[in-house]
């Protein structure tokens, strides 16, 4: 958070000056539901802390994206004392400031019972199958990854090829719409069509973006593409 209050947002590699197509529904999610009085009001110095997050699309694992919250909260840094916060302490802030944490399923463990080669990978909460890894954690911050066989056994995805317009006629659903309308009214704002229009967008990259990706697909054009198809179909919707 910048002294003015403004949320900045990067991944491993940047800071982004213009937010990544598959940022774009989690950016929104945390600019909705990050209370930025409650943090602001909380801490001395606002820009001193990192709030690390997932933010999941899809690159190959099928979850139930209705389900799948925008954005899963992991760790904060904080600047200050330059340490990572405890597990406990960092999915207390994150749901004080309105957002998901990511799901922990044990917290407490010695080491002397801890066996990766032995670990089973517990059920995913957002699909039907075990979760695709396992983080580990200790007291000083240290952190592993434990992966899981699905990541192993992905299949690739077919990729989508073709013109904008058409890949748009296929993508842009009622469902999507009928989804987007609903996250708007939410959100209490006016269903107006740009608004739909950005929402169908950022749900449409979130659940295909592995094949989009695959087929190179043009962002920009399938974005103004999703708009025409968006404005037709709010029309049907205005009419029923």
């Known amino acids: 958070m910048k002294p003015s209050g403004r949320l900045v947002f990067g991944d491993r590699d940047r800071v982004f000056d213009d937010v990544p197509p598959p940022y774009e529904y989690a950016v929104r999610h945390v600019r909705e539901q990050f209370d930025r009085d409650a943090f602001h009001d909380a801490v001395d110095e606002p820009g001193a802390y990192v709030f690390f997050c997932v933010a999941p699309c899809n690159v190959g694992i099928d979850y139930d994206w209705e389900r799948l919250p925008a954005v899963l909260g992991w760790t904060i840094w904080n600047g200050t004392k330059e340490r990572l916060f405890p597990i406990d302490k960092a999915e207390q802030v994150f749901e004080r400031l309105g957002l998901t944490p990511v799901n922990t399923f044990q917290k407490e463990l010695h080491v002397r019972d801890f066996h990766p080669g032995r670990l089973d990978i517990p059920e995913s909460a957002w699909y039907d199958n075990p979760a695709a890894g396992v983080i580990v954690e200790n007291r000083r911050g240290g952190r592993a990854l434990i992966e899981g066989p699905v990541l192993d056994e992905m299949d690739d995805h077919e990729p989508i090829r073709g013109e904008p ?67 037709e179909k709010r029309g049907k919707f205005a009419d029923n």
Do not use: C, N
């Open 165 to 231: 317009a058409e890949l748009a006629d296929e993508l842009v659903t009622d469902a999507r719409v009928s989804r987007a309308i609903k996250a708007v009214e939410a959100a209490q704002k006016s269903p107006t069509t740009a608004e739909i229009h950005a929402r169908v967008f950022e749900i449409i990259v979130r659940e295909e973006y592995a094949r989009l990706d695959s087929g190179r697909v043009d962002w920009k054009a399938l974005r103004s593409a999703v708009g025409s198809v968006v404005a």
